[in-house]
């Protein structure tokens, strides 16, 4: 028994992963699910979640993993803290490593490893990384209301963002590298349109100012050189994700952005019987909660799967 297949295997651990794995489990499909480097996902590099339905006083990002974490467990996912950096699926039993050189072999493999915010390196964003500084507006924007913000980037989730701010903030300061947008016009239009979204053309960004919360950030005209100041509580920092889907290289069906693809309206990949789930296939809505509902897809179409194979 011990060499047979497993029925599921889980990759990743974010709100997409447990959720399959708490759906995988209940069908008794005994799943695996492999943590990965960051048990817990983005989620964990959060504070206040406010607009996961069911905690009406607002749950701490990492309480809300380690809730997930241990719903999947309470109906028997056995959960490793390892992460997979290999995968075969070539054969009708898929093959995946982990990084420590073990094979694991299942019938069904669901692909949650989700997303991974770009930053600009530099040591003040990390220092002041969840005091004052974030990647995601939506999550966060509601902590600055009534406070000057700026954000970084010039593609649509920058103004799209810079637009969600604009409705809690009296200035948002939008900080463009070059002299133009690489946004969708009709996003750029919105922006112009905005009036309290100031947009400073050829502009880097040389320091967040603060030493245990953000006070201003320090900026550069690339042009002039000239150097400024600008007073802000929040910057927000919008130039892109990468998905985590490295190790499906040539694998899977993937965008040129890395995003897995999947047929519409399931979780398929072009493997059968390998599923995709939460952020590592979407670069448009990537909530917490749209991750568990394509998680709870994802563990439905494999269940589905391996009962049109009869392995269960
Ligand atoms: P994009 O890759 O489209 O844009 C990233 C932006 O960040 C670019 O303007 C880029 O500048 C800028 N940038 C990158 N690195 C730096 C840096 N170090 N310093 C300053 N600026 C930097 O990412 P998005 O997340 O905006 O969008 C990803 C995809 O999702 C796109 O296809 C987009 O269309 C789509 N999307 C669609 C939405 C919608 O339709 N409503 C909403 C959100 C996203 P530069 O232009 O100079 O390279």
């Known amino acids: 028994m011990g060499n047979e297949p497993l029925k599921t295997v ?21 799943p695996v699910l492999y943590t990965g480097k960051e048990p817990g996902g983005q989620l964990m590099i959060t504070t206040d979640v406010e607009n ?3 905690y009406p006083e607002g749950i701490m990002g990492p309480q809300m993993m380690e809730d997930l974490k241990n719903q999947a467990a309470r109906f028997g996912t056995e ?4 992460l997979i950096d290999r995968v075969d699926f070539s054969g009708e039993v898929k093959k995946i490593f982990t990084e420590g050189g073990e094979e694991v072999s299942a019938h069904s493999v669901i692909i949650s490893t989700g997303a991974s915010a770009k930053w600009l390196g530099l040591e003040s964003e990390q220092r002041l990384n969840n005091n004052g500084v974030s990647a995601c507006a939506v999550c966060d924007g509601f902590f600055y209301r009534g406070k000057e913000v700026a954000i970084v980037g010039a593609g649509d989730s920058a103004c799209e963002e810079a637009l969600y701010l604009s409705n809690l903030c009296p200035t948002v300061h939008m900080l463009v590298r070059r002299d133009e947008m690489r946004a969708s016009k009709i996003m750029q239009d919105r922006v112009a349109k905005q009036e309290n979204i100031k947009v400073y053309w050829n502009t ?9 919360e953000v006070t201003g ?8 050189d000239e150097v400024s100041d600008i007073p802000i509580a929040g910057f927000f920092v919008a130039i892109g994700h990468t998905p985590n889907t490295k190790i499906f290289e040539g694998v899977l069906d993937m965008e040129e952005t890395g995003y897995l693809r999947h047929r519409p309206n399931t979780t398929h990949t072009n493997v059968e019987g390998v599923f995709v789930s939460g952020d590592a296939a979407d670069h448009v809505y990537r909530q917490a909660i749209t991750a568990a509902g394509t998680g709870c897809m994802a563990a439905l179409d494999a269940e589905r799967y391996l009962g049109e194979q009869g392995i269960i």
């Open 10 to 30: 889980i990759i990743g651990s974010g709100p997409a992963g447990y959720t399959a794995a708490i759906y995988a489990a209940r069908a008794n499909l005994n």
């Open 52 to 54: 996961f339905p069911g």
């Open 79 to 82: 959960i490793k803290y390892e």
């Open 204 to 212: 880097e960004t040389e320091e967040i100012l603060g030493d245990t």
């Open 217 to 224: 950030v320090r900026v550069r005209n690339n042009v002039t």
